[in-house]
């Protein structure tokens, strides 16, 4: 059996049935999973597409493909040919598989931020590779990597790579022959500051060669359930991927397929998405501050990366206490063990009812 981390999320399972225990019950700002309404646009498109007999494509449809590029193009400034986008079953299964599709293995290390979403590390686990998470390329030396993911803006942190950040990530690794894998599942969800896609010519210079962007509809367009995400980049690597995920069967089903082109054509869900979620985050964040919590970076992205200066387990406990379940930090690395991620996907009655308990 391959050596994986205890599913961290089962070491919650106290606090969250202390939270629970509230009079007027748990608020829960631990998992960040989307909690508003699918899009009816997109619920359509799922119905419409419900007679769907055949295998579908693993390269997913022309159409498909166009929206995604069109979506690219026109929120990110990113012009890339559909034929360079690959769907996916959401993006948490390619994250969890991509060293292993790249034939990445023993002896190579997989990089990525010391403080990140669990399933980099699992996936390089899952290669037989050995996870490694720095900040800091420059010290590994003359070492040929395989592959170094980012993530901005961040999970947990909120934290968003500037252009020059991600240029100066892009170089070292075309000098280190590395793939750059990056995740930007919350790319839409700029507060403070606004993110930049990996493909975005102020960072890869015009030239996608060695670049993957992994993108996700589930907090965009509420499709978590849906499974529905994509890669786009480099037209050599995509074509390598879509070859191993044929053979593999990592299909996307069709009526997913047309649902997310639907998402992918409008942008009318994801601004009142959006929306919402700048109204849960003004409220909670004040909240927050008023009863001793920092929050730092937190610029963009679905949360709130927040401090009172205990160790994390004790402020879970302090917020589990008044029915309010948020995230450990060091569930994300070491580097958070005085953190707690704090999500802002609950509806809105939830968010009401937190900051009336944290006055
Ligand atoms: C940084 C990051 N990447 C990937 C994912 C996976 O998202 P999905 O599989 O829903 O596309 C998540 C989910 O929260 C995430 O936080």
Same mark, same amino acid.
């Given at each position: 059996?391959?050596?994986?981390?205890?599913?961290?999320?089962?070491?919650?399972?106290?606090? +969250?049935?202390?939270?629970?225990?509230?009079?007027?019950?748990?608020?829960?700002?631990?998992?960040?999973?989307?909690?508003?309404? &699918?899009?009816?646009?997109?619920?359509?498109?799922?119905?419409?597409?419900?007679?769907?007999?055949?295998?579908?494509?693993?390269?997913?449809?022309? *159409?498909?493909?166009?929206?995604?590029?069109?979506?690219?193009?026109? *929120?990110?400034?990113?012009?890339?040919?559909?034929?360079?986008?690959?769907?996916?079953?959401?993006? +948490?299964?390619?994250?969890?598989?991509?060293?292993?599709?790249?034939?990445?293995?023993?002896?190579?290390?997989?990089?990525?931020?010391?403080?990140?979403?669990?399933?980099?590390?699992?996936?390089?686990?899952?290669?037989?590779?050995?996870?490694?998470?720095?900040?800091?390329?420059?010290?590994?030396?003359?070492?040929?990597?395989?592959?170094?993911?980012?993530?901005?803006?961040?999970?947990?942190?909120?934290?968003?790579?500037?252009?020059?950040?991600?240029?100066?990530?892009?170089? #070292?690794?075309? $000098?280190?022959?590395?793939?750059?894998?990056?995740?930007?599942?919350? %790319? $839409?969800?700029?507060?403070?500051?606004?993110?930049?896609?990996?493909?975005?010519?102020?960072?890869?210079?015009?030239?996608?060669?060695?670049?993957?962007?992994?993108?996700?509809?589930? +907090?965009?367009?509420?499709?978590?359930?849906?499974?529905?995400?994509?890669?786009?980049?480099?037209?050599?690597?995509?074509?390598?991927?879509?070859?191993?995920?044929?053979?593999?069967?990592? %299909?996307?089903?069709?009526? &997913?397929?047309? !649902?997310?082109?639907?998402?992918?054509?409008?942008?009318?869900?994801?601004?009142?998405?959006?929306?919402?979620?700048?109204?849960?985050?003004?409220?909670?964040?004040?909240?927050?501050?008023?009863?001793?919590? *920092?929050?730092?970076?937190?610029?963009?992205?679905?949360?709130?990366?927040?401090? @009172?200066?205990? @160790?994390? #387990?004790?402020?879970? *406990?302090?917020?589990?206490?008044?029915?309010?379940?948020?995230?450990?930090?060091?569930?994300?690395?070491?580097?958070?063990?005085?953190?707690?991620?704090? !999500?802002?996907?609950?509806?809105?009655?939830?968010?009401?009812?937190?900051?009336?308990?944290?006055?």
């Amino acid at each position: 059996m391959i050596g994986l981390p205890d599913f961290p999320w089962d070491r919650l399972t106290p606090y +969250k049935e202390l939270a629970q225990g509230h009079e007027d019950g748990i608020v829960d700002l631990s998992v960040g999973t989307p909690v508003d309404p &699918v899009p009816d646009v997109v619920r359509r498109a799922l119905a419409d597409a419900s007679d769907s007999p055949g295998y579908p494509l693993t390269y997913g449809t022309e *159409r498909l493909r166009a929206a995604a590029a069109g979506w690219l193009r026109r *929120r990110h400034g990113v012009v890339l040919d559909q034929a360079d986008v690959l769907p996916l079953i959401g993006s +948490k299964e390619f994250v969890a598989w991509l060293p292993t599709l790249l034939g990445i293995g023993s002896g190579q290390r997989v990089i990525f931020p010391e403080l990140a979403y669990p399933t980099y590390d699992v996936g390089a686990r899952l290669a037989g590779a050995q996870p490694y998470a720095t900040d800091g390329l420059l010290a590994l030396g003359p070492e040929r990597v395989p592959l170094v993911w980012v993530n901005s803006p961040s999970n947990p942190t909120g934290k968003v790579l500037p252009a020059e950040h991600l240029r100066k990530v892009v170089s #070292w690794a075309r $000098e280190h022959g590395a793939i750059v894998a990056s995740d930007e599942c919350y %790319i $839409e969800l700029g507060w403070e500051e606004r993110p930049i896609s990996v493909l975005h010519p102020d960072v890869c210079g015009g030239s996608h060669e060695g670049l993957l962007a992994v993108h996700s509809l589930s +907090k965009r367009s509420n499709l978590a359930g849906y499974r529905a995400g994509f890669v786009a980049g480099d037209p050599a690597l995509i074509r390598r991927l879509l070859e191993v995920r044929k053979h593999a069967g990592m %299909i996307v089903p069709a009526p &997913v397929q047309a !649902a997310m082109t639907a998402a992918l054509d409008d942008d009318a869900h994801a601004e009142e998405q959006r929306a919402r979620y700048a109204a849960r985050r003004a409220a909670l964040r004040p909240a927050l501050e008023a009863a001793g919590w *920092r929050i730092e970076h937190s610029a963009a992205g679905l949360y709130l990366w927040a401090s @009172n200066g205990e @160790n994390c #387990w004790d402020q879970v *406990r302090t917020l589990a206490e008044k029915g309010v379940l948020v995230a450990p930090g060091d569930f994300y690395g070491a580097a958070g063990d005085r953190h707690v991620r704090i !999500a802002v996907t609950a509806g809105d009655e939830r968010v009401d009812a937190a900051v009336r308990r944290l006055q």
